[in-house]
């Protein structure tokens, strides 16, 4: 599904006019998140995936941006799906509304898993916490996934992109861990830093 679907769809749904939040608070401080480092046994290799961006959306009045704080330790056989995951991500959507106000939509999320390969990294985790009486409340009861992808960019290697799930639809049925779409919209501020396997 696309940004589009996966986010402005929803939002237009349900949105409640008195339900505002701060959207620009990283991910990080999420009240009793995860530790940013864990100790790894001998061997095991790790990945690391942290930053903030605002990425590139195609309509206007619209600014979507991505905190990430993600870790995952990998077998050192070179098995490509974690052994374990842990680590946050905040979605957060402003946009105008039709009498010029606006109106912000967040998600924090909970990682369950983190994969890389050279300079792209795929995310998944649940809802634990959104905008009071905003359009993700039903997906929070029931601690719905999402998914994000990167592809973070080199020197000279064009801009670092962001590609987002949003939310299920009606008939899309739950997203598995580590799933993500392509890394499709361009990053227009910040950054990512990824730490392949290693």
Known sequence: ?????GLTAALTDTISMDSWAAADAPASSIPNGPARTSPATPGVKTSHLNGWARMYFPAPDNDI???VDAHATFDPNGVSKPTRSWGTFRISHRLKMPDG????NWGDLTVDCLTTGGPT???TGTLTKTT???????????HERMGVSFY?????????RIGL????GPEDGPLRKCM???ADAPVLNGGYTLIDKK
């Open 1 to 5: 599904m696309t940004v589009a679907v």
């Open 65 to 67: 941006q991505v905190t």
């Open 101 to 104: 106000t606006w109106f912000t």
């Open 121 to 123: 990294a795929t995310v």
């Open 132 to 142: 009071p009486g905003g359009p993700w409340e039903e997906m929070l009861k029931n």
């Open 152 to 160: 973070v960019a080199g020197n000279g290697a064009g801009p670092s």
């Open 165 to 168: 799930s949003g939310g299920p």
């Open 180 to 182: 993500a779409p392509a």
